[in-house]
């Protein structure tokens, strides 16, 4: 991969996390600027009543608050988002595209606005977010740069789908599971997080993700799709993703769905998959990076009532052995295995070993 590809790259999972994460988009403009050699870059929405909601900006665009109504005056008739709209929203635009330099540096809106602020050239876009919102990516150069060219134009077109999936995310974020669950994440070396689309087209995958995907250990990629290793867990896993789809087209439910992956001589891995507007997050576990729990087996009989041998077959289970080889681990026979089984699933409510498995992950966390 090449170096301008590693650094595109970067910057789309950068969006991705923005949208996850707690602070939101807290220096990202700033991330933006540096990856196009920019002094400086906005990030905004504009309302469908002309409202203006400032996303992200860097420090030279932070106005202090004694010229906030000029800020806000100027952000509501700017003249670059006016011409840009004409010109048409998901299209890459530069500053010379929309008005000719005259033209521009006549205007009260370059005069008051982007003189003070040391900004003459831009690149940039607009795009709907949905509810009638229109955001808007500006990145900006100072009199003197070099202007936007068609290789820089190229690589925001490829950025472009990725932020207005992102922004779409973090703007559908009113509830607090998805943040708890990505700062939980990246704390956590065991948690991978994804976003695929609805026929579980890869979008994006954070470093932990991407290092359990290149394992090929349960979960894989082929083509840019998730696959599972058995073709029982394929078959869920697509059934999974269908029911996220119908969930997204509302012919069901939004609740989250586990999911359990067996690995031949290793605990399961567990898919938590919830649809989201821009598509479906996947928060991907795997156990055996988790630290050690030794209390598992106390914390399962607290929770659930379940003998210390119930408990034990539970654990057995949990560390990837089939139900024989969970017997032979016991040494008790395959069919009073099948019986313990049978109360540990009255006892936690599941019905299939596959959901013992993914419940025992909680715990294991």
Known sequence: MSTVDRSLSSLIG????????????????????????????????HGAQGQVRLTDSSANLQIPGGQADWAAHWHAHDLWVERSLRHGKHCIVTDDQLLSSS??????????????????????????????????????????????????RRRAALLLPHLQRALRLHEGLCEGWLQQLASQSSAAPHRGLMLVDRAGGLLYACATAQALLR????????????????????????????AMADALAGRAETTPTVLALPRPGRRPLTLWLAPLEAGLLIELRDPERAAPQPRLATLLRAAYQLTPREAELALALFDGLTLRQSAQRLAISEAHARQRLKQVFAKTGVTHQAGLVALLARYAD
Do not use: N
């Open 103 to 152: 033209e521009l540096e006549r205007s009260g809106f370059y005069q008051d606005w982007l003189r003070p602020l040391e900004i003459r050239h831009m690149i940039g876009a607009v795009f709907d977010l949905g509810d009638g919102g229109t955001g808007v990516l500006g990145i900006h150069r100072p009199r003197g740069a070099r202007p936007y060219g068609t290789s820089e």
């Open 215 to 242: 394992e090929q250990d349960g979960l894989s990629l082929r083509g840019q799709r998730l696959c599972a290793r058995e073709p029982g867990c394929q078959a869920a896993l697509q059934a999974a993703l269908r």
């Open 14 to 45: 950068a969006c991705y996390e923005a949208a996850a994460r707690q602070q939101g988009w807290c220096g990202m403009a700033q991330t933006l600027a540096r990856a196009f050699d920019a002094s400086s870059a906005v990030l905004k929405t």
